[in-house]
């Protein structure tokens, strides 16, 4: 199979031909159909994160180095099972998304159910080979989770994007949908979390971007109230008022605009990994008080609600553009260069 392959830092996509996968024991084999592009994508291209300071987390230095397939928003459709998976020949042919976000299996946060915060992880997309495959081998059919009913290039968004927002949106606590919201970024997540928001019942959503564009489709997609960050009178009419902010753009101006804002109680859940850093006055967190939680992805159970809330038609969708896999370089360009509405997906060329 001819499968898009990251062979160095830096460098575009190639294509490899390498063996199509044959399962073995509890393992299945999906042919993807759909895979969602993200910043994640374009970050591990790059190889490395920017902690500010002049500092940097570079990924070869934590063992992870090329050749790497890309891709963790996986859709597509059982086409062989092991000997040993727990699930059924009548399954064959059906569509399904991936939970990417694979453990070890075995220590704490895998046996809590927290394998995304796994410290030897073998994600899709990353440690294993992602959705830039024609197949792909995933370990265990508890892995997939159907599909059927949801648009297939939407549903592999809800692997990561979705996920993200889903998860960023429960740190909150159960009382958030009675307070005042704020969403830093109207891309991709912020467009997520948006309709996720409004799913969970919030009623004040405040949305902040730099894009006039984005800040349309914000407010076309029901926001309360969407501003320009740089708008200081739009800013100064939220302080202090907004119990929860969830910044899905995670550089030095957006937090500190996330943790300005807050009310008493406040809660900042910082998402985005643009990089960067900031300096904080210790006291007025105490005295306020506010949290400042990080949130990576979301747990398996969570990809089940979000599926779950999906198909209930709850969950309003959101943009979706489609290229072709053999687009796959022109598609991490654009995302890295902020040239895209909503999700940018690829499909298989078939």
Not at 311 to 325: C, M, Q, V, W
Not at 326 to 331: G, L, M, Y
Request: charged residues 20%; neutral net charge.
């Amino acid at each position: 199979m001819r499968n898009h392959t990251l062979t160095a830092y830096g460098a575009p996509v190639e294509i490899v031909c390498q063996e199509e996968p044959t399962p073995s024991g509890k393992e299945v084999v999906i042919e993807v159909t759909r895979c969602g592009v993200c910043h994640t994508d374009v970050s591990i291209q790059k190889g490395y994160y920017d902690l500010g300071g002049g500092k940097r987390y570079e990924m070869a230095e934590r063992g992870l180095k090329p050749p790497i397939v890309l891709g963790h928003e996986i859709a597509g459709r059982l086409i062989a099972r092991g000997p040993d998976a727990q699930i059924g020949d009548d399954q064959i042919g059906r569509s399904f998304v991936v939970y990417p976000w694979i453990g070890c299996g075995i220590c704490v946060n895998c046996a809590a159910g927290l394998e995304h915060m796994c410290l030897k992880p073998r994600f899709h997309g990353l440690q294993r080979p992602g959705g830039q495959a024609e197949r792909i081998l995933v370990p265990d059919a508890r892995y997939l989770i159907d599909i059927e009913g949801i648009d297939p290039g939407l549903a592999a968004t809800y692997a990561c994007s979705g996920l993200t927002s889903f998860s960023a949106l429960r740190k909150l606590g159960p009382a958030a949908p009675a307070a005042p919201l704020l969403l830093i970024g109207a891309g991709g997540l912020g467009q997520s979390a948006l309709a996720i928001a409004r799913a969970f019942g919030f009623q004040r959503i405040v949305v902040a971007d730099i894009s006039p564009e984005k800040r349309s489709i914000a407010a076309q997609a029901g926001a309360h109230l969407v501003i320009d960050p740089a708008d200081a009178n739009a800013i100064a009419g939220i302080t202090g008022t907004i119990a929860g902010a969830v910044d899905f753009v995670g550089n030095a101006s957006s937090a500190a605009l996330g943790m300005q804002v807050l009310a008493r109680g406040g809660v900042y859940v910082v998402v985005g990994l643009l990089g960067g850093e900031v300096t904080l006055s210790l006291a007025p967190i105490t005295l306020r008080p506010v949290s400042i939680i990080g949130s990576l992805t979301g747990s398996l159970a969570e990809l089940h609600e979000l599926i779950g809330l999906a198909k209930t038609g709850k969950l309003p969708p959101f943009e979706i553009e489609t290229l072709r896999r053999d687009q796959t370089n022109e598609a991490l360009d654009r995302v890295r260069n902020g040239q895209v509405r909503g999700r940018l997906v690829l499909a298989s060329n078939d």
